[in-house]
């Protein structure tokens, strides 16, 4: 069976690039991939104000810096966004945050006619393109293992972007792998057979990737 995202996405038009995005109140990293090819064709990092700024202000800051962000790409109809989603946190107020710059990403990508299909849970990052299975590993491995996903897969491209020595960019190489999911959820939507009436309104699969998407 195919995932949830991917009967989402077969649904909809065809896209042509996919922005992925780690997103972050000190640092969102983004990447932007050709949807034919899977390339990627631009990576960066977006930063916030200090702590010690006022949470609105820093908000605001964000607000003009992703919007100027989404127009230098070019993004609009035919485009697609994908974040990633919620992880448990131990502290709440800090979810909060995330929750505003996530929201920031996706709000302002549907106002230039990008398409927003859902988000990717970072477990099923961790499962089905980095390949860890069992036990939970510690956070430092965590981002060890991705570093080295990201330098198979994608070392010659982002070298030639300019991106090297990719463990002091643990916001981009994330956002990368999120990435990766998404084309691989649009892939799959492009091979299944169009769904039969009534599909997207039966129970959710959990098999697979079933619970990689969670919708807004």
């Known amino acids: 069976r195919v995932s949830r995202l991917s009967r989402i996405i077969r649904g909809m038009p065809s896209f042509r690039r996919l922005l992925s995005v780690d997103p972050s109140l000190s640092c969102s990293g983004w990447a932007l991939f050709t949807v034919d090819g899977g390339a990627i064709k631009a990576v960066g990092k977006i930063r916030s104000e200090k702590p010690s700024v006022p949470m609105a202000i820093r908000l605001e800051k964000l607000q003009s810096n992703i919007a100027r962000i989404i127009e230098a790409l070019g993004l609009g109809k035919g485009d697609a966004l994908v974040c990633e989603a919620p992880t448990t946190m131990k502290d709440p107020h800090n979810a909060i945050k995330v929750e505003q710059v996530r929201g920031l990403f996706e709000s302002l990508g549907r106002e230039r006619g990008v398409t927003v299909p859902g988000r990717i849970n970072p477990r099923t990052v961790q499962y089905e393109v980095m390949g860890l299975r069992g036990k939970q590993l510690s956070r430092p491995e965590v ?20 991106l090297s020595e990719l ?14 999911l998404a084309l691989l959820h649009i892939e799959a939507a492009r091979a299944s057979p169009a769904p039969r009436r009534g599909l997207l309104r039966g129970p959710t699969d959990r098999r697979s990737h079933g619970r990689a998407l969670e919708r807004r």
């Not at 198979?152 to 982002?158: G, K, S, T």
């Not at 463990?167 to 990766?180: E, P, S, T, W």
């Open 167 to 180: 463990q002091k960019h643990q916001d981009i190489v994330d956002a990368v792998l999120i990435g990766r």
């Open 143 to 162: 981002k060890a293992a991705a570093v080295r996903t990201v330098e198979f897969l994608y070392a010659d491209q982002l070298r030639q972007l300019g």
